[in-house]
């Protein structure tokens, strides 16, 4: 199994790494969905995490997130604890999760992403509407910014939340399954955003089901299945073998076939043996 | 009659005048909680609400028949009124959140046992026999015919500070309305918002009681947001629209039953909101029905046109009789079906406009764009101007080559 490799010599800092959890355990009544995982998420790169539909991956998301609370565990980011540093998170919930009948336009939003700027009283002055209108640029959703969010496209909506979360002007980005059911279009669109904040320092985190594009986008991946499966850069963890081991054995030859060249097993070398 | 208009234009007397003004206040109050309880889902605790005040209520009304010999006194029937209600809120509360029960088993439950301790209470009230028992029946579908001008004060104070309250708020409500985890995560402190949201409901509930009474209040606080969501898609309106709504049905209903004394006032607000529900369900512009219907016809129209002139510019029959209706009233074909002149041009048009959204589709597929190529919209009225005149370019090239490609063959 493969493990992310400590810095040398520096076994204190979690300064390194955007975001470390360690034993974290979620539970829905006196079950676990998620057991002790530890994770490391290196910074300014894409991570991802990747499981089977009930590994607990949207569920590990939240409880890192302190969106539900977990049963134990520590969540660090950037070496603080959580609390001290939550502003420095945006979270792209899935687009399911919110009533798109509600009213508001594609601005009020990303809007929202000000919050913490702007509290309960302050106005809302030139600046900020520039900085909304600006966020829906880099989204390429300038033009629909006074449309009711409900006529937007299900790539649109996940666009308007990118938006939002850009709003914030976060140090990480944590998105549940930002492509599920989005247009090609909007998939390329939202890559390249992600990959702009990156360049511009930031760390996202995604939870993603297309196992076709992991190693196209992501440098680093958690494999989950309740429990760690393994993690690390993705040209050593994500494997066949772990691959299924993830999976419980369920992956078809068909899924495989789709995966790039480089996680299939060639026939001179195991893939665990590539780790090692 | 000429008692109502009196009272609708403030011409009763000081005390009437000053009822009518707090009821407005109360409903424009309602109105704009209200809307965060809808968006909230959240309208049916209102009904809860309610509905458990009456044993608070009557039990302040009891203990200070005790005490002063007299249970009447307005402030403290609405402290107990809150308590009970409080209780009620925080029971249904419990109940979905620690059990496997459906909130609107809870609901339903917290509120008919509430109500039934009070009915009980009531009946207790009747046996002790004190003075102003008859009160207590004017809280249960309100009263402002008979109210005490600093009762009239109080309902007026206190709905003003819920409204204020309520717009501090705005900001934090929105966004624990429209998305619960995204708030939680940006600082809202969910929990003290979402309590606050239940004291003004509590708030708008108990200063309702001797106006809109118990049993109706929850129509308060539910119809003005949902008529007023007919209006609009934005919040921020929505609140506005929504006060006005109540303030308007708050008005009109202490007015109206002042002027009728046997007329309870919480049915005539209610009445008067249902009124103003249904102008709005009908004639809102933005998503009342005609307003739907119209936009359906207007689209019909625009397809037939389309699919009529492609079908003119591929020289195929038209059969249908809406398009042929469309094709003549529009000038485009004779009485015969024949193309006119303009009808040709026109015919031209619409099938350059479908190569050029063809030739965009190519070119960015994913463009969100094509909702208005759905909507049967001509490309220039969507897309920018240099955009098409590229697009034009390009289909003209193809063009050309594709006329050039047959005669070089030959």
């Known amino acids: ?276 | 009659m000429n008692a109502l208009f009196e009272a609708l234009l403030m011409q009763a007397g000081f005390n009437t005048a000053l009822v009518c003004i707090g009821a407005a206040l109360l409903g424009a109050a309602a109105g704009g909680v209200g809307t965060f309880i809808l968006l909230r889902r959240r309208s049916l605790a209102s009904d809860a609400a309610g509905h458990a005040t009456l044993p608070g209520l009557t039990a302040a009304f009891i203990i200070m028949a005790w005490l002063t010999g007299d249970g009447r006194w307005m402030p403290a029937l609405m402290v107990g009124a809150a308590i009970s209600a409080g209780l009620g809120l925080a029971a249904v509360h419990a109940l979905a959140a620690r059990t496997r029960l459906p909130e609107e088993a809870a609901i339903g439950a917290v509120l008919s046992v509430f109500f039934g301790a009070g009915v009980v209470l009531m009946t207790v009230v009747q046996v002790i026999g004190t003075g102003g028992q008859a009160g207590i029946a004017t809280y249960l579908l309100g009263s402002a015919a008979g109210m005490l001008r600093h009762e009239a004060a109080l309902i007026a104070a206190m709905a003003f500070a819920t409204a204020v309250a309520a717009f501090l708020l705005r900001r934090p409500l929105t966004m624990l309305c429209f998305d619960e985890d995204f708030a939680a995560m940006n600082g809202v402190a969910v929990r003290w918002i979402d309590l606050a949201l239940s004291a003004l409901l509590l708030a708008v509930v108990v200063t309702g009681l001797k106006v809109v009474g118990l049993v109706l209040s929850v129509a308060l606080s539910i119809i003005p947001p949902v008529a007023a969501r007919f209006w609009t898609n934005r919040v921020h309106h929505m609140v506005i629209v929504a006060a006005a709504i109540g303030a308007t049905g708050g008005y009109v209903g202490a007015a109206v039953s002042s002027a009728a004394h046997n007329l309870p006032t919480g049915a005539v607000i209610v009445l008067t909101l249902f009124t103003l529900f249904i102008v709005s369900l009908l004639f809102a512009p933005a998503r009342g029905l005609l307003a739907g219907v119209w936009r359906h016809q207007v689209f019909r129209r625009r397809v037939h046109r389309r699919q009529g002139l492609l079908a003119l510019a591929r020289g195929e029959a038209i059969y249908d009789g809406f398009t042929l209706r469309v094709l003549r009233s529009a000038g485009w074909i004779r009485r015969d079906g024949v193309p006119t002149q303009t009808g040709r041009r026109a015919a031209r048009e619409a099938a350059r406009d479908e190569a050029l959204w063809a030739l965009h589709r190519q070119r960015q597929p994913g463009d969100g764009a094509f909702r208005y190529y759905h909507r049967v919209m001509p490309i220039r009225a969507v897309l920018p101007p240099d955009v098409v005149r590229d697009l034009e370019r390009q289909f003209d090239l193809a063009d050309v080559a594709a006329a050039r490609e047959p005669r070089r063959g030959a």
Not at chain 1, 44 to 61: C, D, F, H, Y
Not at chain 1, 167 to 181: H, K, N, S
């Open chain 1, 1 to 276: 199994m493969t493990n992310i490799p400590d810095t040398p010599g520096k076994r204190t800092g979690d300064e390194g790494w955007a975001l470390s959890i360690q034993g974290l355990t979620v539970s829905y009544g006196a079950q676990a969905v998620v057991f002790s995982v530890d994770w490391r998420v290196p910074r300014e790169s894409m991570s991802v995490i990747v499981g089977p539909n009930g590994a607990g991956k949207s569920t590990l998301l939240k409880a890192m997130l302190g969106i539900i609370p977990a049963v134990s565990g520590e969540v660090r980011i950037f070496g603080q604890p959580f609390a001290s540093q939550r502003d420095r998170i945006a979270y792209v919930p899935q687009r399911a999760s919110v009533d798109w009948d509600f009213p508001a336009s594609v601005f009020d939003v990303v809007a929202m992403g000000q919050y913490r700027e702007l509290g309960w009283w302050r106005r809302r002055r030139a600046q900020h509407r520039a900085h909304v209108l600006e966020c829906l640029e880099r989204v390429g959703m300038r033009d629909f910014a006074d449309r009711q969010i409900g006529q937007l496209s299900g790539g649109q909506r996940q666009r308007v939340f990118m938006a939002r979360a850009l709003a914030q002007r976060a140090d990480i980005y944590v998105l549940d399954e930002p492509f599920a059911g989005v247009d090609a279009a909007t998939e390329r669109a939202l890559v390249e955003v992600l990959r702009s904040v990156v360049r511009e320092g930031a760390t996202v985190l995604c939870v993603h089901h297309d196992l076709a594009t992991v190693t196209e986008y992501f440098q680093h991946v958690l494999l989950l299945n309740v429990r760690r499966i393994a993690a690390g850069p993705v040209h050593e963890v994500f494997t066949e073998a772990l691959l299924q081991e993830t999976y419980g054995g369920r992956l078809t030859a068909l899924q495989l076939a789709r995966m790039p060249d480089q996680a299939r097993p060639t026939p001179s070398e195991t893939p665990l043996a590539k780790v090692s």
